[in-house]
Each structure stands twice: as structure tokens, then as C-alpha cells.
């Protein structure tokens, strides 16, 4: 097999171009190419690099397209002292090519297959290419001396891959062509032609190269490749070849030479574009160093196709001739440039540079002027302030001068700019003693990170002057931009805060910028890009990012997202192996996309393995001659499963996963599938279905939120696809990294005139912080603006540019990968003025003694110290002769410190008035007001005088601590105590009360009992045997409140047992300082205490805490707004640390839990207890009755020293296991032990309690209950039994009992939901009683009962009623014939449902005109007769034992007078139903008779009046005659009477009465038998002819099924029916309405099969008569269930 290069092995198309085509010998190619020489100048190209650029430059590497078809895959140039190297070449002449510097081939795979036996690679020729071998390798070691530079330079040229067909990543057709091998010679550096600055450059070096050197290798250009002899004997058979084919194979070769020059020179003039070449600088300007007046010129010479436009820039600013008329002169002749500078100035003093560019590209150079100025002349405002001392001279190893002195003049300031803008800082360096040979070296930091030369940043050095130029500023360049310089080993540095705000956007309301966009985990064909968020959303949250792409070389940018992103990294697929790319990413909100970001810096997708080969073994310069021996391809081998396998990155819309290569993979390269699947499951999907990857890398998106997944990799080649990888861990498809919270406890301080610094707190949990953005507002303006556009790390900023003396409101919030956090709490309002000032004037000046010659003042502190502390005061005072003052003179020439100062020499009997000053580090201040005046005498009064220097400390809000001195005339006798008296500030002078009622012998006192947020003034007044004395000055007002971020003293005992009390303070000023103090009196040297104080934190420690030590220790910050804090030892609370320090001392394992005693399922015995912690050594003893037991038979023991848990476990307790249980417990030197006894009672409860849950075990293996029986009321005011069971199955049975008696049910319960109910409708009083449910089958029973009685049964009835009471319906109005009824339905009516009636606010009382009742579920109030008094409000009251529900009705206006109206109407048709004429009965329906008979008819009429009466016979009128006689007797007695009836008086015959109310007819039929024989009389009496009264009983439905067992009752309600009977004649028949009718056939529908008649008209003959008609609209309820 034919062994290929390390460079060759992991490449896969390299393989599949070598295995896919055989090597053709060099004969053979040597014969194509003598027969096809034409095509060599159609397939062949030359690539022009002008040598001089190449040689200035050190390098030279082209690569260019020829314009032929046939040139497909690129061509490259080679330079570097350089010429053709041809493999196999007898000859090379170094210094003839040095005027051309450089030549070029360029061969694709077909011509080098034609042209190899030209360069002469035959395997017979082996011996002559030693020479050739030679040059080589003097080539190759020229090109050593630049590997250095490669190494760190590399600067290499991409390919112009870009302007070809676009490269696919699957194997297409152009992989699987036969390609030759060629190996490209990299020699020296590639000049930048292509206007990439430097640093980019840098960046995509080593990808260049790569690139550069793969491609030539993919493509067969610059790569021969000889066929070697296998054997020896071959190897000798090629050496004996003939001198006749050697002069032959050299002829050719000269011939091929010869062509390839002509080619050359063929496509120079053929193609144009060959001509064009980038700037360069053939002379370059050179620096001066003048003196001021001078002129001064800077010359150049340019070359360049087409012709270079030159600019000329001081200190990068381009030079505007006409802004310095005269100043400047610029001139161009035939490429000659020059810019003259006229009598130059010390400002002159910069770096200038000219920039030559045309379509090429652009170079600049760079020159300096120096503008001295003659001794004398120097400008002093130019140097530092303080003097600058020469230190002797001394030889050292870092230069000239034992110490040097360097300043800073003319610095830099806080710059501000906007994006795009240009930015220069730059300082004057003044470094002494000057040292013309030792030359300083002078660096740019930002925030602490060198900074290096890039095409966004230039430094310049003048000598003198040092600037630093930000070309186009970004939001990356914000920041603290610092200037060291060093002299050796000493050096200075210089700060000062850079800040850049946005660019205005293109879109109103869009975002910022986004920034610092970075590439990480680049690869074949991914990388991720991450950047930060903006500061700036433009007044809307931002939406997402877009990241968009761009390949190096062009200028097409792609979006890589179609839908915006959150997250603030992305990884980027797609990329094509080898090429650079560049990123950028967009913010989004509503209101639209945001400028793009700065650009990243190049990044190459290679592979990291690749890129790691490049850094460690260059690519360049490779001469020589390298031969590839030919072998026999290997059968392939399918790779094995990648290793590794993990998931390094998840969020919301991504996962990435990465893994390693296997091992087994044969010599070709793989690339890799992806497969997924839903955690839990084995659906394996594949991801990228059509292109493998190549990375061991891989970004899948398309996942569902909130979803597990599982992935696995597997590796394909030519040979196949692998087994899998093991899967990796379930993976949720979420953010992994939350947003952070809101920092806290924000705190701005004063800084200058102009800023202000603010500190906060870290939010708590926060993870992978970028950093903070603070924002400023203008107290009350709600506008907000950004302090800073680039995250600042850390929890302090300065916020530069603020406006002096108005007042700021600050916040902050944090910032990760997740997204920005919410906005902290807003600061307190802070006034922007300088923080160090002089104080302000003290006041309330007082004299606290006076002798004949002398007077001792004292006064307060000035209320604004100036920021610092107040160092000193300075007294003057004045004499005042009859009210006129004289002038002032100084009390003291040393400041004092102390608030109380003796004046000597003064005036008995004087007047004086006295001033004071204070005075800081800023200086003295405004002295205060002249105080009044005070006459200088001998005080001879008995009591003291005022108590001073009176103040607040430890002010909270319910108490605070007064301080004072004693006074300084103490009276005729000693001082024997103190009286504090208080008062609300605006309280009146009568309203000082006294704190103490006894002297106080301290001169401190906490005062408590204080109301927050009020103010307080208090004062002081001394007393001794005389009685008391003058009060002191009243202290200034304080108010009674805990400001925030109060902290307190805190005691702390470590575990060395050393007791300490610990003080913190976070608001302290540079000058700040901790001071202790016991009982408040400074302590000095104590040799019990111990202070140690480190930043912001003191510690006072004890040394042996004892009665000596009680008291009360206090601390005090200094320079700080009143931060104190205290704390009391007293007995009690040494007591309690010496018993703490003892146990740290001592330890013990401490106890979460002591020893307990609980009873488990199966009736176990548990003792446990719990550690906080236990470590791997600790030990367990068990002890019962003072003896040790161990684990066994009876006793289960287990140790969990994880969770610290002790345990042992007894299977049941027996009357010996009475007594004490104890665990010992032992961790190292911490012991502890807990006992448990368990005797009498506890015991036998404890046991009683074991039994009992072993029997609860037993039953539970059975069926049982879980919830036992209970009730509960439905919607439809049913009453249900339910209870919830457990352990069923198919063969368990339910059976139900009421007072022992079983309940039929309908149903076999199915226990699905393990839930069995018993359903009782229309629950009454008969229902009470005692229910019982067993549960059985043969594993045994269980059963539960629930009482229904008395109180239970009247709760039960209280929810009953309420359900009713809620089902009720609003109250309507119906006016029937005797009034108007009101009425409302409810499911159903019980008794114990109280019903009563209110109208107009006053209950009801009923009468037979006011009537109630229920007719089956009808509720209705009565009104007869209505009149309008019944007008008004009517609320219908339902009470259900506990609450009463109410339903209103409005009878007035037009309700009532509608309802009125319609009682008149009915009224009236029922009167006249009642008095129409009507034939009560009697007359039957047919009459038979004998003919000769007598028929004898009678009946009854009524009516009123009276009817009248006729008769029709056939429909014919009938009167009285001989036979018939008719008779009408006493208004309502009719009779018919014929003697002898023959067959004419056969016939229909009517009655007809008639009155003014209605007329009825009556028919009978008279049938007449002829018979002969007796007559008999044939009457109708009133008996036959009477209408038999119906009655209608309703049965209930317990009555219809009696049959069966009187032992089996079933759950029932019963259904209350009405009853109607035909009326007397006597009684007013009853009327019935339309509505009514029709309210009766809806209600006869709906009770049709029921054991009842609904009643037309319900006529109420009680107070609540229960009727059984069911409202039209309700449906009938069931009975059982």
C-alpha cells in the first residue's frame, strides 16, 4: 500500500482521490505531454507578483483565477528570496532571480498528468536528483530563516475560494475524479494586498496556510508524484538506463522551460488584471527632530496600478490644508509626495503618517517630528507640579539612572463619544533625568488588559508624547484606558475613563448595538458566537438577536437565524471547511432591527486538531523533493463508535453536543451521524439525514421545550456506518442558565462636581455574570439614562458626566448569557457635588466656665464636614464697647481638635463675642456667626455649669444612645449625677419632660420607647449637693428610624472557642476608621482585648472573657453618616458565651432531632434520632437499661452517616422491653448521646399503639375502608352517603343497612373509581337513622357507620335546607280569581324549611285575605281581594337553621296595576260562572220505555237569577200539553211527566236554561218499546241522574310495591298529590283560567303514570298545605338510588 505523508492521513478526500485512481508511470506522462504541448498553454497560467514588494515585504503568496475554463481549482505564487523550484532541476541561479523575486505555476490535475515526465520524476532518474536535491534544500533553509516570522507573523494570503463554483459538503462528482498529488513550496510571509489590516491577519493565519497547502493538495497543483520501484532489482534495472534517454529527457526539460516562459509572458500581456498590484512605498519618510521656527518637509515615493491616492494624517487625524492656510504644503509629482510643515510649533510635536490606497489595497508609513524648544523658553504649566529632583547617576542594569522621576502633563480627561466616532487620548511624558540612549517603554492598558496595534486601535510615541487613537469607536472600547511608562524598573501610570455611547439608530425606538461578539468552539463546519446585550432597548424589551455571517474576502452577509434569539449564544452550522469567516449580531424589538455590532475577528472552520497540528508544526517553507511510493489500496474499515459522548451546552432552542473520534478508522477520514429520541423511549431519529458532519461537534435544533432527549453519535466512511456511541443522559430542552436577580442595597456616594460612585451588592444565586449596567435619572424627571454602554464586572462604577448640584437616582441591574435582570430598588437621592469641601461653619456657641481672665467655649460640630474629617477649629473673638465690636483677633494659632477651648488673657468685666472655624483637609472653613455676647467674670454660682459636646449615636427607630462631657465648671461642690430631658422637636418649650427621675452617675444613656419616624431634640443638665444646674445646648433634631442597610454588632465565637465581637460597615470613605469603645470611653491598650481591623470588617476579640469584661462595648465609623453600633456582656450573656466557647472548645455532635419513638405500618417499633452531620469514622452505641445491645435477631440497627441518621427498629414490644433506651454517638473528639424511657403509662401506650397498627396492617391486606362513611348534599338537594374504599376486587360485595335493617339497592357498584355512594332523594325526617356499609369477600371485612341523628341529623338538615333554599326561583306574580299570588319553585319542599313573608320591611301576618303555602314544590304568598295598600316590596325569607336566604319582588306601579287588572277580569268570568244558568244533574242520557207507560223525568236547575226554562223535542220548541205535562216549580225544580207514552213520544228531548250570565241545554232520549201487555211507570230519578262525585287520591310510592320481605325497606320520598272533587251545589264553583288550563295539561303531562290528578286551580285550605302538584317546568325526581 502506498505509504502517504503525515500531512496527507486525515484528510478523507485526500484518500478517496488516491484510492480512486491509479498513478500513471512517468513515461507514460512523458509521452502525453510530448503529444499534447498545445494544452499546456490553454490548461497553464501565471500569476504576476512584483518582486520588490515581495522582497520588502519578506513574503509574496498569490493565489489568482486564470480565465481559462480548463484552471478550475486556483494557482499560487511563491516568493521569499524565491524562484521555480522544479523537481528534478540541474540548475538554479539564486541571485539571477532576485530582480523577479517570484514565478508562478499553476497546474491542474490533467496538465501535471501530461507534464510530470518534464520535470523529470521518473523512477531511473533517481540518482541524478541529488542536485536538484541540493537546491532544494538550500531553499529549504532559506525559507528556515523566516519560519520564525511565519511562526509569529503568519501572515498568509487566503485562496480565493470564494469567486469559484461553491463547494458542496457531500462527495460529489469532482471527489471522486482521479487526482494527482503535488507539493506546494510555502516560502516566506504573504503580503496584505487585500486591505485586511494586520491584526486580522493574524488571526487568520494559520487557516491560510492550511487552506492554501489542502487545496493544492485536493486539486493536484504543485505536487508531482513518481512511481518507486518496489524491489531492489527494479531500482537497478531504472539506474542502467541509456545516456541516449537522458540527453533526451534533459532536451525536453529545457524545451518545457522555455514554454512555460513564453506562457508567462503570453498571459502578462493577454489578461490585464495581471498589471494590478497594491500601493507600495519605494522611499519612505523619514522622522526629524527640529527646533521651533523651523520648516520642516516629509517625503515619499509611491508605487501602484492603477495610480495611488496618498493622504497625510497627523496623530491619525487627516491634515486639512485649507483650516492652516500657510501652515500646511502638500504636493504629488510623477509619484513623488511630500508635505512640508512651516515654522513648526512645540504643538507640532505628533506622529504622521501617509496612507497610500488604490483597488488593491492600502499601506501606510509612518514618521515622527520632534519640535524642540531653547533653554528658558520651556513652559512651566507643561510639567507636574511637584519638583522634579535629580537623582545621582549610577550605572544598573536597566539604564543610565539610579531612579528616574516621570509625570504626566497635559493628560488626558473622562472622554465621552459616540460610535464611529475617532477618539484620541494622548499625555505629555516629562521623564527626569533625560537619557537620549535609554528610551522608555510605553504601554495602553484597558480595564487592566494590554492592548495591541489593531485597525480599530493605533499608538503613537513622539518622543515626548504618547496618544493612543481609537479609529472608529466602539462600545468594545469603552472602559479605564491606562498609561504605563516604564524606565527600567521604575515606572507610572496615568487612568482615565473612556466611555462610548450608541450610534443613533437608523430606526426610532430600535435598540443598541449589541457587543464584544466572540467566536468560540470553532470547527469544521461550526462555531458558536456569543456577544453581550445592549444597555439600550429603545423604550421596548428587546425581542432577540440575529447573528449574520460573513466570509472573509467578500462582502455578503448572510443571516444565520431566521427568528430572533434570546439566548446570548448561538452556534452557526453550515460553514465550509477551511474558509475564515466574520460575525455580527442585531438586536430586535417592536420597533424594529438595531445597528449591527462591531465586526468579530476572523475565525477559520477547521478542525481543532488541525489547528493545533498548524501552531505546533508550521506549513512553510517546504522544499525539496518529496516522493510518494505507490502501494496497494487496503480494503476499507468500517469505523468504530465515537467515545466521549456528552452534551456540553442546552438551552431553549438548541442542544450542542461533542465527542471524540474512535479509534478504529481506518486511514481515510469519517465524518458522522447524529441520531436522537424522547428519553424513556427507543424511537431513534436520525438529525442530519443528508449531509454527515465532519466536526466531532454538533448544534440540534427543531427540539420540543420542556421534553428529555437522548442522543447518540455514529461514524460512517466509504466502508459504512459504525455501531453507535453510548447514549448520553436524559437531556430537558430548557435554559440551563437563569436570568439573574435584581441587585441590592444600591449606594451612590459623592465623587467630584461630576460624578458620582455607586456600589451595590451581587444578586443572590447569580451565575456566569458578564457584568452591570447603571443607569442615572435626574430626581423627578423619570427619564433614565445609560452610565455605561459596556458591562463593568464588579460591584462599584463611577457614573461620569452627571450635572453639579442636581440631585440622582441610581439603579443597576446584572447581566448573563440568560438576559439582562430586572432593575434593582432605586438609589436615595444623591446631590452631585465634589465630595471633599471645606466644612461649614459651626454654631450654637456657649460658654461653659468664665474666671476673672479666661473663658472656656464650647460649640457643635459644623452640620457638612466637606467629606472628610474635620481636622482642627480655630477661635477668634472681639471686644464690645457699648455695643459696638472691635476687631477680631486669634484665640489660638494651632488648631484645636477638641469642641471646647480655653481663652487666656482676657479683660475682667469685658464683653466679648467669639467666632469658629473649621477646618479639614480641603481647607478652613466659613467661620460662624459672631456669637452673642458674654461678659468675662468669675462665676461664683454653687451649681454646675452645662454639661457639652452633647450628641446622638446608635439611632434606631425605637431607640437611640446620648452622649455627653461633663461640664467644665463644676459648681461649688463635685458633680453627683445627670438629668436627661427630651422633647418632640415642634413641641413647646413646657413640653420637656425628664427621662430619669434619679441622677445618673454615667454620662451616657440609651433612651427607648421612642415612636418611629418622629423627631427628637434632648439635653442634658448636671447636678451636685447645690441642686441642678444650667441645662446644656439642645442637640440638633434626630429622627426616631433604622436607615437602610443598618447593620449591628455581632458576637461570635469561633471553633477555637475565642469569643469576638464582630462589626461590618459598607459605607466607608477612604479616611473611615473603626473605634471601640467600652462603656463608651475609647479603648486604649487594653491588655484583655485584641482589635483587628481588615477593610470594611473589625473584630475585637477577648482574650479570656471574665467579670472584668462586663459592659457595654460600642464602635463608632468615623467620616461616615452616624454608622454605630453596640452590644452588652453582661452576667447572663458571659454566662452564655463562656458555655458556647467551652462546647466549640469541647465540641459535641450536634442534633437535628433527639432520640424519638414511633410506631410503623406492620406494628414496628422505631427509635431514631438525627445528626446534623456524621463523617465516615464516626460510631454508634446502643444502650438498654445500662446495657449495650447489639444488632440481631430482635433488634434491626443502621447507621446513615450521609443523612446523620440513627436508627433501630424492634418487631414488636413485649412487657421486659420496659425501661431506658439511649444512643451514644461519637465523631472524632464531638461525643453526644440522647435517652429516650419508656415506663408505665408511655410504655403501655406506646405498646397499645403497636398492637393497634398491626391489626390496622391485618385489615388493610382485606378490603377495608381509606375514608370512612360520611354525606354530602348534591345540586339537587339530594342527600348522598359516600365513603372511599381500598384493596377491591371483582368478588368484594357492598351491602347497605339502616337501623340494622339491609337497604335494596339498584345498582352492584363497580368500586372503579374506589369511591361507593348511596343516594337518598328528598331527604326527610323519616330518613334519620343510623347507616352502616360492610365491605367482604374472602379474604375478610370491614365496615363503617355514620349516625344520623340529632345533632347530626339536624346539621345534615341545616345543608339540606340550604340547597333548597339556594334552588329557589325568583318570585312572580299571577293574579287569579280571588287576588294576586306570588310564588317561587324550589327543588323540592320539607318542613323543616321555614317559610315567612315581609312586605315593605314588616313581617306578614296572615289572615284569610293574606294566605301562604306549598303546593309541591310551589312556595306562594295569598293576597285576596288586593287593594292598593297590598302596593310594595315583598321579600320572600327562607331560613335553614342557620342562614336566611332571600328572594324580592316589586308589586307597584305597573306590575301591580297590570296584575290588579287582570284579578278584576278573572274575577268577573268567574262570577259569571258562577251564576249562569246550568242543569245540576238528574236527567239521564237514555230512556227506554214500554209504549203505554208514564215517564216521569225530573231535575235540577240553577242559576242566578233565576233561568228560565224550555223544552225542545227534536230540536223543535215543545210547550205542556194533556199528555205532556211540563212543570217549573220553586226556581230550580223541572219535571217531564207523560201519562201514557206511545211510540210518537219516541224522540230527542232538551232542556234549555237560560239566564243573563249563559244558557245550557240538557239531552235525553226517549226510546219508546211498543209492548202490550201491564204498564208499568218508568222514572228518572234524581239518584240515577245525579253525576257521581271522583275522587282522586294520590298514592305513595312506598305503597305500590309491598310485596317482599318487611325486613328490606328501600331509600324513598314520598310524592304528596292533590285531590279534586266535584263541588256542592251550595259552594262557588271554582274558575279556571286559560293560563291556568294550560299550566294543568303541562302539569298532567309531566305526572302522567304517577299515582295522582294535578288539580286545575289549587284552592289552599291551610297555612302550608302540601299539594301534589309539581311545578309545569320541573321534571318528575327519581326515588331511588
Known sequence: MMSLPFYQRHHEHYDRAYRHKALSSTVSQYQKETKSKSALYAQGSAAYARGSAAYRHSSAAGFSLDSSAAYSHGSSAYDLESAAYSYGSAAYDHSATQSKRSAAYSLDSESLSTSSAAHSHASESINKLAAAYRLGSEAYSIGLKNSNLMIEDQSYKMSPKAKRAKQSLISEDKENEALDYSVPIFTGRAVNISGITDTEEERIKESAAYVAKRNLFATGEGVSVSKVAKTTSEEEH??????????????????????????????????????????????????????????????????????????????????????????????????????????????????????????????????????????????????HARNLSLSPFAVTPHGYASRFEISFVDKFDVAFGREGETMSLGCTVVINPDIKRFKPDIEWYRNGVLITPSKWVQMQWSGERASLTLTHANKEDEGLYTLRVAMGEYYEEYSGYVFVRDADAEIPGAPGAPLDVQCLDANKDYVIVSWKQPAVDGGNPILGYFIDRCEVGTSHWTQCNENPVKFARFPVTGLIEGRSYIFRVRAVNKAGVSLPSRVSEPVAALDPADRARLRSHPSAPWTGQIIVTEEEPAEGVVPGAPTDLQVIEATKNYVVLSWKPPGQRGHEGIMYFVEKCVAGTEDWQRVNTEIPVKSPRFAVFDLSEGKSYCFRVRCCNSAGIGEPSEATEATVVDDKLDIPKAPGRIMPTRNTDTSVVVTWSEPPDAKELVGYYIESSVEGSGRWEPCNNNPVKGTRFICHGLSNGEKYIFRVRAVNAAGLSEFSQESEPIEVKAAIAAPSPPYDIVVLESVRDSMVLGWKQPEAIGGTEITGYYVNYREVVDGVPGKWKEANIKAVTERAYRIQDLKENMVYQFQVAAANLAGVGTPSKPSKPFKCEEWTIAVPGPPHDVKCTEVRKDSLVLLWKEPVYSGRSPIVGYYVDMKETEAKEEHWRSVNEKPLQKKFLKIGDLTQGVSYVFRVRATNQAGVGKPSDVTDAVIAETRPGTKEVVVDVDDNGVISLNFECDQMSPDSKFIWSKNYEPIEDDPRLNIDTKGGKSKLSFKDLGEDDLGIYSCIVTDTDGVSSSYTINEEEMKRLLALSHERQFPTVPLISELAVEILEKGEVRFWLQAEKLSGNAKANFVFNDKEIFNGEKYKMKVDRNTGLVEMIMDKLEEKDEGTYTFQLQDGKATNQSSLVLIGDVFKKLRDEADFQKKEWHRKQGPHFVDKLGWEVTDECNVMLKCKVANIKKETHIVWYKDDREIMVDEEHDFKDGVCTLLISEFSKKDAGTYEVILKDDRGKDSSELKLKDTAFADLMNEVCRRIALSATDLKIQSTAEGIRLYSYVTYYVEDLRVGWVHNDTQIKFTDRMRTGVTGEQIWLQINEPTPQDKGRYIMELFDGNTTHKKTVDLSGQAFDEAFAEFQRLKQAAIAEKNRARVLGGLPDVVTIQEGKALNLSCTVWGDPTPEVSWLKNEKSFVSDANCILKFESGKNVSFSISTVSTQDSGKYSIVVKNKYGTETSDVTVIVMPVSGQTDTAQGHGQNNKTVSKKKKATTASKQKEGGKKDFIKPHIEEITATEETPDPNEMPPVETEKDTKSNQQAAKKTAGKAGVAEKVPQPTESLDRQGKKPPEKAALGKTH
Open 238 to 383: 531504472h539506474e542502467k538506463k541509456s545516456r541516449k534517454v537522458a540527453i533526451r529527457e534533459s532536451a525536453e526539460r529545457v524545451a518545457m522551460k522555455k514554454t512555460l516562459e513564453e506562457t508567462q509572458a503570453f498571459h502578462k500581456k493577454l489578461n490585464q488584471d495581471k498589471l494590478l498590484h497594491a500601493p507600495e512605498f519605494i522611499i519612505e519618510p523619514r522622522s526629524h527632530t527640529i527646533w521651533e521656527k523651523e520648516n520642516v518637509r516629509f517625503n515619499c515615493s509611491v508605487a501602484g496600478w492603477p495610480e495611488p491616492r496618498v493622504t497625510w494624517y497627523k496623530n491619525n487625524v487627516p491634515i486639512d490644508v485649507q483650516a492652516h492656510p500657510g501652515k500646511y504644503i502638500i504636493q504629488s509629482r510623477y509619484g513623488l509626495h511630500s508635505l512640508e510643515i512651516t515654522e513648526c510649533e512645540f504643538d507640532d510635536t505628533a506622529q504622521y503618517h501617509a496612507s497610500a490606497m488604490n483597488v488593491k489595497g492600502e499601506v501606510s508609513v509612518y514618521a515622527s517630528l520632534v519640535v524642540k524648544r531653547y533653554k528658558g523658553e520651556i513652559d512651566a504649566s507643561l510639567l
